[in-house]
């Protein structure tokens, strides 16, 4: 893009955010702002629809983001992700019961165009904003960090079809829609440009909570609302649809936002007419449409824009409305039927990028996450913000280490030795107090060509298993004691007991792994030997205690600062894990982490441990408890829950380290000299080349 064109585009999007948008619109309802509430204002452009016995494509990034805002979960203490498993379940359970066959699209990585790039930094910015507004108690919505983590493993548990497109899905979606003639359910308002055979239905439509039974039959349906474009443009003096498109990308979408057609808006006169009673945008939308309505087709439509700028702009700017416009062409899109019916999945850009064909597989089936392609494909991340401590280092820091290994792997790629040589770099993006901050993450290139990326999953499972222990800094003796379902999940309770900072205390670790176990009460019915009674009053515990927890007070923000990195690191091992096909069981998380549970937890524990004693009259979660706090608490320490004011001697804490069960002495020294820095290649020892 030549440097013109770059002038062109700068500018903050807030330029042209209408004033009092709500930054939950501004987050969720992504595409063409102000669009969907226009659209949802006019029923002539509907259809009443009663589902039933069809099959329904759904927007899975939409799909999570909406079900988790609109269902009042908690979003200050990082997630009730039982309770979002039970909304999704729920949500999954009334299609089913109206015989409503879902297939679930994702998002994948980033637009390697990097056409929605200012978009996404501005979207960050707002949701640093947010969460900063959140831990002082105020308004705002941040999606927890591990929502979409959470909804792919319950589509797996309810065997729920689902596919992760290699970047964005909409085109995909579009073109599966409409080769099953089946509606799309979301709530992206660029589903509004697209001519969709059966229909466009706006999840704030989609009645799914009120299903309707049929008298006299055992059929049910979920009463919703289908948008259809012809609907629009027939409105609007039988605008040509192939104007659409034209019309996003001038009032402003995900892929641009140009100040510079803000002299088009001034000088075009755009006929009013009946205008809806939206604002300034809402009238701009309906004047727009209209304008657009008398031009035959997109070149006559786009001379008449450019004729009104600027003759040496001209040329700029219908290069970018151009390029941005492609976004609505179903042209070179994937099949995705060809996923749902054999499995196979062939996306043309991963294919000129020359990705192995097992990455491919894995990000299509949601084994690997958008991030690692990201770091894969752009070689630039964005590290989600959340509900912390503002004032310090973003929770992210903790992970740094690994994700620098996780990286290294993802780039070892076959190229000659002198390429091989040279410094590879991945590009972040995360929180400096409010302001986004970036940073790049060099990786060293003495890599073995035998862990080179395309060879990862032929590795043995030994050499795989090795290499998470290194990331984990834990012998595979440390997690015996435990069954294999927690050995995962413990290891990242064990790496980041000794690398946050604040310093995590025994009462953050006992209120993590009660936190654990609580999830297990609801699977516990499944045990014989369990009391039914004494279950049942533990559940009802729990839940008083997550309510109590989930209570508005003053947060105490070093501890939602240490719960932060907890999950970063159940995060960012997760992703380690999946990247070497899995060598210990994943942990099911839709069960295992209560956000306002542990921190509630965690408050009852620095005073009392009489928290701890609810699981004895349930012998099995009871055992379960003290197996993972052992084996937590063999793995660090004496000392390191001591005070900083009270350490001891340096003869004693060379006898702590030598002491450290399980633990390499070598890499000991360099994490607790230097907590929260970077591994030195001795990390990586098993990848290095003879």
Not at 347 to 368: F, H, I, M, R
Not at 409 to 428: G, I, M, P
Not at 486 to 499: F, H, T
């Amino acid at each position: 893009m030549t440097s013109s064109i770059c002038a062109l585009v700068s500018g903050s999007r807030e330029s042209w955010t209408a004033p009092g948008c709500d930054p939950y619109d501004l987050l969720l309802n992504m595409g063409i702002q102000g669009f969907m509430t226009f659209v949802s204002s006019h029923s002539n452009f509907f259809q009443e629809l009663k589902l039933k016995n069809t099959k329904l494509i759904i927007d899975g990034n939409n799909l999570y983001h909406k079900l988790y805002f609109d269902s009042g979960l908690d979003l200050v203490h990082g997630g009730d992700y039982d309770k979002f498993t039970d909304v999704l379940n729920k949500f999954f359970e009334s299609l089913s019961v109206c015989s409503i066959q879902a297939y679930v699209v994702f998002d994948g990585g980033c637009d390697i165009s990097n056409k929605k790039l200012e978009t996404q930094k501005q979207r960050f910015r707002e949701k640093i904003r947010m969460a900063q507004s959140l831990s002082h108690g105020k308004g705002g919505s941040v999606l927890p960090l591990l929502s979409r983590e959470v909804c792919i493993q319950v589509l797996r548990n309810l065997q729920v079809p689902f596919v992760q497109c290699f970047s964005e899905a909409d085109r995909e979606i579009v073109a599966l829609a409409n080769l099953w003639n089946c509606p799309v359910l979301s709530f992206d308002s660029d589903f509004c440009i697209f001519d969709l055979n059966a229909g466009y239905c706006p999840q704030t439509s989609f009645h799914w909570k009120n299903i309707v039974s049929v008298k006299d039959t055992r059929e049910c349906y979920i009463s919703a609302r289908s948008f259809s474009a012809r609907k629009l443009c027939q409105f609007y003096n039988n605008l040509n649809m192939v104007l659409l498109p034209l019309f996003a990308v001038l009032t402003g979408n995900d892929y641009i936002s140009l100040p510079i057609l803000e002299t088009f808006f001034s000088k075009v006169h755009l006929p009013v007419g009946n205008a809806s009673h939206g604002g300034r945008r809402h009238t701009r939308i309906h004047g727009l449409l209209n304008w657009l309505s008398r031009f035959a087709d997109v070149e006559e439509a786009m001379e008449n824009v450019l004729n009104q700028l600027r003759i040496n702009d001209r040329d700029s700017v219908r290069q970018l409305l151009y390029s941005a416009m492609e976004e609505y062409s179903l042209y070179d899109t994937v099949n995705l039927e060809q996923y749902f019916l054999r499995g196979l999945y062939i996306c043309p850009t991963a294919v000129k990028l020359n990705l192995p064909e097992w990455v491919q597989l894995a990000l299509a089936g949601g084994e690997l996450s958008p991030l690692l392609s990201d770091a894969l494909v752009l070689r630039r991340v964005f590290l989600h913000a959340q509900v912390e401590d503002i004032k310090k280092s973003s929770a992210h820091l903790i992970t740094k280490p690994v994700r620098k290994l996780i990286y290294a792997l993802l780039l070892n790629t076959s190229r000659d030795k002198a390429e091989r040589r040279k410094e590879l770099r991945v590009q972040e993006f995360e929180r400096l107090e409010t302001n986004v901050r970036r940073s790049m993450v060099e990786i060293s290139s003495d890599i073995s060509e035998d862990f080179s990326l395309s060879k990862l999953p032929q590795l043995p499972f030994e050499t795989r298993l090795q290499l998470l222990l290194r990331g984990l800094d834990l012998k595979m003796k440390d997690l015996e004691v435990v069954p294999p379902p927690y050995r995962l999940i413990l290891a990242i309770v064990c790496y980041w007991s000794r690398r946050a900072e604040p310093r995590v205390k025994p009462h953050h670790v006992k209120a993590l792994i009660t936190g654990m176990v609580c999830g297990e009460a609801g699977n516990a019915h499944n045990k014989p030997d369990e009391d039914e009674e004494a279950l049942a009053s533990l559940c009802e515990q729990i839940k008083r205690m997550q309510t109590e927890g989930a209570q508005p007070r003053r947060l105490i923000l070093e501890d939602m600062h240490i719960l932060c990195q907890w999950q970063c690191c159940l995060q960012v091992f997760i992703y380690f894990n999946q990247l070497l096909s899995t060598p210990l069981p994943e942990p099911d998380i839709t069960r295992l982490y209560s956000g306002s549970l542990v921190y509630h937890l965690t408050q009852k524990l620095k005073a009392s441990s009489s928290a701890e004693d609810f699981f004895v009259s349930c012998p099995w979660l009871e055992k379960l408890y003290r197996d993972c706090i052992h084996a937590v608490m063999s793995t660090i320490p004496q000392e390191h829950f001591q005070s900083r004011t009270n350490r001891p001697s340096g003869k004693s804490k060379k006898k702590g380290k030598a002491g450290n069960k399980g633990v390499n002495p070598q890499i000991v020294n360099v994490l607790e000299n230097q907590p929260q820095c970077e591994f030195s290649n001795k990390f990586a020892g098993l990848l290095l080349e003879d």
